[in-house]
């Protein structure tokens, strides 16, 4: 008889992928703010995650806005991870990453770029009264015509609550949504009476008796009490770069020539094209005029009670990219009313001013550079590596012996912790190819051998830099100590 061989069936419906930050789960403080020696992914740097932790307090209780914060350290210190753990334990505030790429290299301006970027940082919590229907369904009648096609179908749908009970007629459009959300008798549903929305809220617990043949997935909720028709506050929460967008495509449309015929169709087609900005990120540049109407609107709606401003997190990596002209924006910007967290990381120490022939402490001009509150990195520590290496093998799901352990912590201590983080997937693909389950000293050993780090890379090249291309190196220049120098 053949042997049948069953092929595995693999979920494709969610795909996770392993980033460089993936392990970070929050800043690993317990609740006085006090860091834990190894906790939600983050290791060491006691000091600049318990000042990183005040921050995040202060953002989360709203004390504080339009404020800088300035992580200084080596290549390779964790500054990103302590951004990327902010943004983790901030939760519902607005969190910016704004690579330094798309402000300088987009086609727009620089400074139209970076307000693009503050105002994604600054959510607003809109605030709407609707009527609603709410109550557990008795039962749900449809009348199909006898002829396919004859007539639309109509139907009752009897709804109750603790004190009242109502039978509603149904047209064809609130057909076809309760057959989309299969909603039955038992069910308990809201309908929004200016959209016709219907939402499941759960099932009565007058039906739990039914759960065996629900499941454990369904949710019971009580019948509410009451009555059918309510008033209830539903809150929105956008940025304030998502209204910019849509009202920059109605401004364009209101400053131009119509055919007043095709005014409503233009103006739904226009909101349309706002929308679809917002997914391709086309956005162009926005007149200053439509921001400075959405500013004066939001406040009024704020004095009413009707929105709240929720300052956010920006974050910037590789500050000292940027050049004098984008300096001066944030500076000016930082002083606005709705500023939200700007949070900078660099590596560099004292090095020239972009756009300038003047030199400043990590590149920054010194004016900006007064408004920082300044978070200082420290190299990891051996044992600091150690935690980080098994941290990463948990992650990437690789098993690894004691001693490739130990191999790969010296070659981090050598060379760098980012180089070693890399050569634990190699080391995998090494492994595997040898038919082994665990990842020994030989993977490391052999995959050490094949990829470079930047010291022995930078020794190549000045031993070999007379047969490569425009060298700018002389002969004799290649010893030891500049080697040395170069790689620092």
Not at 64 to 70: H, K, T
Not at 266 to 285: H, I, K, N, V
Not at 307 to 315: D, H, N, Q, S, T
Not at 362 to 374: A, S, T, V
Request: hydrophobic share 40%; charged share 30%.
């Amino acid at each position: 008889m053949a042997e049948i061989k069953l092929s595995e069936m693999r979920d494709l419906t969610r795909i996770e992928r392993i980033g460089a930050h993936s392990h970070i789960r929050g800043l690993g403080l317990d609740s006085a703010l006090e860091p834990r020696s190894s906790s939600e992914g983050m290791v060491g740097q006691t000091a600049a995650r318990k000042a990183a932790g005040v921050i995040v307090k202060m953002v989360q209780e709203g004390k504080i806005a339009g404020r800088a914060v300035l992580l200084a350290g080596q290549p390779g210190t964790g500054k990103t991870a302590i951004a990327m753990g902010m943004a983790k334990s901030i939760g519902q505030k607005p969190f910016r990453n704004a690579r330094r790429q798309r402000i300088v290299l987009l086609e727009m301006s620089k400074t139209e770029a970076l307000m693009q970027a503050f105002r994604k940082a600054i959510g607003v919590r809109i605030k709407e009264e609707t009527e609603v229907i709410e109550g557990e369904v008795v039962e749900v009648q449809i009348d199909r015509p006898a002829v396919a096609g004859a007539a639309s179908k109509t139907g009752k749908l009897t709804l109750k609550t603790t004190e009242m009970e109502t039978v509603y007629d149904l047209g064809a459009k609130m057909i076809e949504a309760l057959g989309k959300d299969k909603v039955q008798s038992g069910d308990v549903i809201a309908i929004d009476k200016a959209s016709g929305k219907i939402t499941k809220l759960g099932r009565s617990f007058s039906r739990s008796r039914d759960y065996d043949a629900m499941g454990p997935q369904t949710k019971f909720v009580q019948c509410p009490d009451g009555e059918l028709q309510k008033r209830k506050e539903v809150v929105h929460c956008v940025t304030l770069h998502e209204i910019d967008v849509i009202n920059s495509r109605l401004d364009e449309l209101t400053r131009g020539e119509m055919d007043s015929t095709k005014d409503t169709e233009e103006l739904y087609g226009y909101m349309a094209l706002g929308f679809l900005a917002l997914f391709t990120g086309d956005t162009g540049e926005i007149r200053t005029e439509v921001r400075e109407q959405i500013d004066t609107k939001v406040a009024e709606w704020r004095e009413e009670g009707k929105a709240e401003i929720v300052p956010g997190v920006l974050f910037i990596d590789e500050v000292h990219m940027l050049d004098i002209e984008c300096f001066s924006f944030l500076n000016r910007a930082l002083e606005n009313d709705m500023a939200p967290i700007l949070v900078v990381a660099t590596n560099r120490g004292i090095t020239t001013i972009r756009g300038t022939n003047y030199k400043s402490p990590h590149g920054i001009p010194i004016d900006f550079l007064d408004r920082l509150l300044i978070i200082s990195t420290q190299p990891y520590t051996p044992d600091d590596i150690r935690k980080i290496l098994d941290i990463r093998c948990q992650e990437e799901d690789v098993e690894m012996s004691e001693d490739a352990k130990v191999l790969l912590t010296k070659i981090g201590e050598d060379t760098s912790l980012r180089y070693a983080i890399n050569l634990i997937t190699s080391a995998t693909l090494a492994c595997l190819k040898r038919k082994g389950k665990i990842v020994e000293m030989e993977d490391i050993s052999r995959v050490y051998g094949l990829f470079y780090d930047v010291k022995r890379s930078t020794q190549y090249l000045m031993e070999y830099q007379s047969q490569y291309m425009f060298s700018e190196v002389t002969a004799g220049e290649g010893d030891e100590d500049e080697t040395n120098d170069m790689v620092s």
